[in-house]
């Protein structure tokens, strides 16, 4: 009895093995199919984004040397320029994006493109002067030797495509506050009032500076309406369009962010995504005057005043 009951046991044993093995193959078989399946729609997306962009070329870069990530501190250069034939050439709007692998904080610093700074090779100069001389690689040499800020990454926005990025990510629009009538220099006239603004009307938002502000109104205009975009991108129903957002996306922005990058940031901010974007402008309050030189009206600015704002703004997220 004994000697058959250990004969029913261990048949049962391995009745159990092979029905285990049989769930982890049903299991293995299903989450292959489901990642081919995500996989597959990824690629239908981008490639329905790429034809959203036929047409339309990239435009070629000056090898970019950006520092290696420290401490999982990431910073990218971000930069706007103007593809219109009177501006060609010039970077509209500077940035430093910050962002910390570790602790999920976003941090923005805006460099007013006047600021009067000395490229190297040069001599002083207006800051957004160094993009138009050498592209990102010498910008980023000059914020380094000025400022003495490490820059890992870049990115460049071409503003045609501003329109285009603002509806895909943000379909409904953006809801902002008009203090005052803009018009002047923008191409159409934007009312005073509580409003929602889409693709080409906020371009023209971030754009105008014929206020009593001039560039200083932009600017916070700008990091107001890159916080919200934020916000939007990281809704549910975006995230799944991300990949069509990417490809429709890729002929108006060049960066040499790899794909490893782009993924821890855009898990760390799903995971945190309650986390606010600091902000802060260049240069700051009280630490500059109005010049005029040969280049034109320039900021000139409290150099060891700023350098030090701007490395205790970078880092102090890491203390």
Request: charged share 25%.
């Amino acid at each position: 009895m004994k000697v058959r009951n250990l004969g029913k046991v261990a048949n049962n044993q391995v009745k159990r093995k092979k029905l285990r093995k049989k769930r982890n193959r049903k299991l293995i078989l299903s989450i292959t199919l489901l990642t081919t399946m995500i996989i597959i729609y990824c690629v239908y997306q981008y490639n329905q984004g790429l034809s959203m962009n036929k047409g339309v070329a990239n435009t070629t870069v000056e090898p970019f040397e950006g520092e290696e990530v420290q401490f999982g501190e990431i910073k990218v250069l971000l930069i706007g320029t103007d593809a219109r034939e009177e501006e060609k050439g010039r970077s509209d709007t500077l940035m430093i994006g910050y962002y910390n692998q570790h602790t999920h904080q976003i941090k923005i610093v805006s460099l007013m493109r006047d600021t009067y700074v000395e490229i190297p090779g040069y001599g002083m100069q207006k800051l957004n002067a160094a993009y138009s001389f050498g592209g990102p690689e010498l910008l980023r040499k000059t914020i380094k030797h000025n400022f003495d800020i490490n820059i890992n990454y870049y990115a460049t926005v071409d503003f045609n495509g501003f329109p285009k990025i603002i509806d895909l990510v943000a379909p409904d629009g953006i809801k902002v506050n008009i203090e005052k009538e803009m018009s002047k220099g923008i191409g159409m006239t934007l009312h005073p009032g509580e409003q929602i603004l889409h693709g080409d009307q906020l371009l023209g938002y971030v754009r105008f500076r014929k206020d009593s502000q001039n560039d200083f109104g932009r600017v916070e205009r700008q990091q107001e309406v890159l916080s919200k975009l934020k916000d939007q991108a990281l809704r549910i129903n975006q995230l799944v369009k991300l990949p069509k957002i990417l490809g429709a996306t890729n002929a108006y922005i060049d960066t040499n962010v790899n794909t490893q990058i782009l993924y821890s940031i855009g898990k760390g901010l799903l995971t945190h995504s309650n986390e606010g974007v600091e902000t802060l402008r260049i240069p700051t309050e009280n630490s500059y005057t109005n010049l005029h030189v040969d280049a034109g009206a320039v900021l000139n600015i409290d150099l060891e005043k700023n350098k030090q704002a701007l490395k205790a703004f970078l880092e102090s997220d890491y203390k």
